[in-house]
Nanobody, 125 residues
Framework: VQLQASGGGLVQPGGSLRLSCLAS????????IGWFRQAPGKEREGVSG????????YYIDSVKGRFTISRDKPKNMVYLQMNSLNSEDTAVYYC???????????????????WGQGTLVTVSS
């Protein structure tokens, strides 16, 4: 089981990025996927997640209306579209996989047993 996150980079405030998470060795039919981020000097926090069972999603309040999580099952890909980025979004972003996890558990790191390597998002002018 492997996860590979990509798509990070340097973007100006107000800009957009799309992060991708490629899952290999397992299917999204059985694994929920979450996006987490860790800003410098801060603890890692859950940002968004998508449930394996029905594709239901959650977002933390600070990204609601700006970020969108989606998945492409045939490609085994999960995306995080990030719009209206600001400096507080600067962080290393990780995707993680949680087997058969229901939506209510996806906010907790404890639900996840596989993690990708992280991709750096820097929002700066």
């Amino acid at each position: 089981v492997q996860l590979q996150a990509s798509g990070g980079g340097l973007v100006q405030p107000g800009g957009s990025l799309r992060l991708s998470c490629l899952a290999s060795g397992f299917t999204l039919d059985y694994y929920s996927i979450g996006w987490f981020r860790q800003a410098p000097g801060k603890e890692r926090e859950g940002v968004s997640g998508i449930s394996s069972s029905d594709g239901s999603t959650y977002y933390i309040d600070s990204v609601k209306g700006r970020f969108t999580i989606s998945r492409d099952k045939p490609k085994n890909m999960v995306y995080l579209q990030m719009n209206s980025l600001n400096s507080e979004d600067t962080a290393v972003y990780y995707c993680a996989a949680a087997p058969h996890a229901i939506l209510s558990t996806l906010r907790s790191e404890r639900a996840y047993d596989h993690w990708g390597q992280g991709t750096l998002v820097t929002v700066s002018s």
